[in-house]
């Protein structure tokens, strides 16, 4: 009997020892468990951590940088460094600091009397400068701005926006604390063009600005929403207030900043040709539809003559239709031709080794007429051959962007010589003033014509024509003057955006800037 109770308790002391066993190796194997997760927790804590502040720096990264970048942009996105390189951290830093340093200017306050909406014409120096009148226009109108539609309808058939030319989002932040500038009309509003309720017009050319308050404001007020057709010279050039006219100024040499595509591809221009020297920009204007609209067929044959003639004929609003070329070149209404644009250089003592960048766009019948240029000047060069074609891919097909390529080149230049007063020569020679009278070699092509038969007939020897040349224009290079005023006579005045006088640094008029040789 003891023996068997003691077999039973030995046993029961062996089934409780090995389920104590058990016991406790569940136990400890629960408590690895625990531990095992704890430390598997505070891991995943850890990198929850981490990926949760590498998150947040880098929107803090972002949202700075977009912030600090004014209105850049997607140029954080494309062409800004990481943030986690050292180099580019410093170089982050350096330019957060300068941009710090630009604080945006307070946005006006002003009651709204409606929105105004433009559509220019023309090409990009056209625009340009109706741009900067319908800026002034519409603040002093106290109306919001919609951003101007471009030309897309004219010889050139150019189908850029405002936003593939020019930084649409510094044009709208940079001239807050004047305007308040929409890229588009808000919905409520919208719906009311959409269903017609809108007023379209061409104003008046060369009108005062009190023309706008009293005639447009009142048709601003009553449809709320007015769009103007047509903006080119809309604006008279004198007798304007003081702030419309730095308006004006503010707008084309501060608001109207190139894209960041074309500024930088316009460096790389301006950074080749500065490698190898000092350059000239020749603004020629020898294209075939410029000799169309002029009817200027100087140096052309009989075959060019009329293929010329039904260029002009084509276009129904090109309104001169007949048209008497030596008369109107004698009067000095004729872009010069290659050949009258060498002995004039050559006249003015240019150096035959200087680079020239010719700002153009292709010239009729090309290299036949440009033979003789190339012969005295062979350093002559065009953003083709600079570039390669890589570069200029997404430009191709687009007039308006390959002139701002050249409207940048030619600011630059040491001298800028347009053959013609055309737009683009008449705004570069007033963004080259503002810039401080750097040397614009304003051509009288009166004269130049009729002292040029006189060589070319023998009338005058070479000494003779170039010291008439010379003599001519001293005073002709780009000299701090007043602008011409002719009342009742605006077209004939001298062109606000060529001489913007308002807006520069004073400097003597008896200090003429020199013509020297280059």
Not at 16 to 23: A, D, E, V, Y
Not at 39 to 59: D, E
Not at 108 to 131: E, P
Not at 275 to 282: D, E
Request: glycine share 4%.
């Amino acid at each position: 009997m003891c023996r068997l109770k003691d077999c039973e308790e030995s046993k029961r002391r062996r089934k409780w020892g090995i389920m104590g066993l058990k016991t406790a190796a569940f136990a400890g194997d629960k408590l690895e468990k625990l531990r095992n997760s704890g430390v598997v927790s505070r891991s995943r804590m850890k990198l929850w951590i981490i990926r949760a502040t590498t998150s947040i720096f880098l929107w803090t990264c972002l949202v700075q940088l977009t912030a600090l970048s004014e209105t850049r942009g997607l140029r954080v996105l494309k062409g800004w460094p990481s943030c986690f390189s050292q180099e580019s951290a410093a170089a982050a830093a350096l330019d957060a600091q300068s941009h710090l340093a630009r604080v945006l200017p307070p946005k006006r306050v002003y009651k709204n009397n409606g929105y105004l909406m433009v559509s220019c014409n023309g090409g990009l120096n056209q625009m340009r400068a109706a741009i900067c009148d319908m800026v002034a226009i519409a603040r002093y109108l106290n109306v919001t701005l919609v951003v101007p539609e471009l030309d897309k309808t004219s010889f050139w058939n150019d189908p850029s926006e405002f936003e593939d030319i020019f930084d649409v989002d510094h044009f709208i932040t940079s001239l807050r604390d004047e305007v308040r500038i929409l890229k588009e009309l808000p919905p409520r509003v919208k719906r009311r063009v959409e269903l017609g309720i809108i007023y379209t017009m061409p104003p008046v050319s060369w009108s005062d600005i009190s023309y706008y308050h009293n005639q447009i404001l009142p048709l601003i007020q009553k449809y709320k929403v007015v769009h103007l057709n047509r903006t080119d010279a809309r604006l008279a050039n004198n007798d304007q207030p003081m702030d419309i006219q730095r308006l004006r100024c503010r707008v084309n040499f501060g608001a109207l900043r190139f894209t960041p595509q074309i500024e930088e591809l316009g460096r790389k221009v301006i950074k080749i040709l500065r490698q190898n020297g000092p350059f000239i920009v020749l603004h020629l204007r020898y294209e075939m539809d410029m000799l169309a609209f002029s009817g200027c067929t100087q140096g052309c044959g009989a075959d060019e003559v009329e293929e010329l003639t039904q260029m002009r004929y084509a276009y129904p609003w090109w309104k001169e239709k007949v048209i008497d070329s030596d008369m109107k070149r004698r009067e000095g209404l004729c872009p010069l031709t290659p050949e009258e644009t060498v002995l004039t250089l050559r006249a003015l003592d240019i150096d035959r080794n200087i680079q020239i960048y010719i700002a153009a766009g292709e010239i009729y019948r090309g290299e036949r007429r440009l033979s003789s240029l190339r012969a005295s000047y062979p350093n002559l060069v065009r953003k083709e051959t600079l570039l390669d074609s890589s570069d200029l891919r997404y430009f191709q097909n687009h007039s308006s962007q390959m002139a701002a390529l050249d409207y940048l080149v030619s600011l630059e230049s040491d001298i800028f010589v347009p053959t013609y007063d055309g737009n683009m020569a008449k705004v570069v020679e007033g963004h080259r003033r503002h810039l401080g009278y750097k040397k614009t070699i304003l051509l009288d092509r009166k004269l130049l014509v009729e002292l040029i038969d006189k060589y070319n007939s023998g009338s005058l020897n070479w000494d003779q024509f170039s010291t008439a040349v010379k003599d001519a224009h001293v005073e002709r290079m780009g000299n701090p003057t007043k602008r011409l005023v002719i009342p009742d006579r605006p077209k004939e005045e001298d062109y606000f955006y060529a001489n913007p006088y308002e807006c520069l640094e004073t400097q003597s008029e008896d200090e003429p800037l020199e013509l020297t040789s280059i």
